[in-house]
């Protein structure tokens, strides 16, 4: 069974980038068809799709941040990235990383989230 674990800071300045790693253990990003996301949920409010990263590596990203979003990978560490820059007190939320088993299907398997402020 896949299992993932979000991992980074858990303060950042505004205008400074966030930065979180997911670790996949019990499974490979490169698997094929498999789909590696990043949502997000604020307090108080639902769930948000920030991107992922295909199998073949292509990153992906939700319209509401694609400007200041990128997603990376290490496939010799068995992880992916997620890059927000330009951070907005607006960007406090936990952040999960989640896997589907093809781009069609749903979400099957996320870490535990992990909160992030962000705050000076």
């Known amino acids: 069974q896949v299992q993932l674990q979000e991992s980074g800071p858990v303060l950042v300045q505004p205008s400074h980038t966030l930065s979180l790693t997911c670790t996949v253990i019990?499974?490979?990003?490169?698997?094929?068809?498999?789909?590696w996301s990043w949502i997000r949920q604020p307090p108080g409010k639902g769930l948000e799709w920030i991107g992922a990263?295909?199998?073949?590596?292509?990153?992906y990203s939700g319209p509401s941040l694609e400007n200041r979003t990128s997603i990376s990978w290490d496939t010799s560490k068995n992880q992916f990235t997620l890059r927000l820059t330009l951070a907005r007190p607006e960007d406090t939320a936990v952040y999960y990383c989640?896997?589907?088993?093809?781009?069609?299907?749903?979400?099957?398997?996320w870490g535990n989230g992990t909160l992030v402020t962000v705050s000076s």
């Open positions: 989640a896997r589907s088993a093809t781009p069609w299907s749903a979400l099957d398997s």
């Open positions: 990263i295909g199998y073949n590596g292509n990153p």
């Open positions: 019990g499974g490979s990003l490169t698997t094929h068809l498999n789909y």
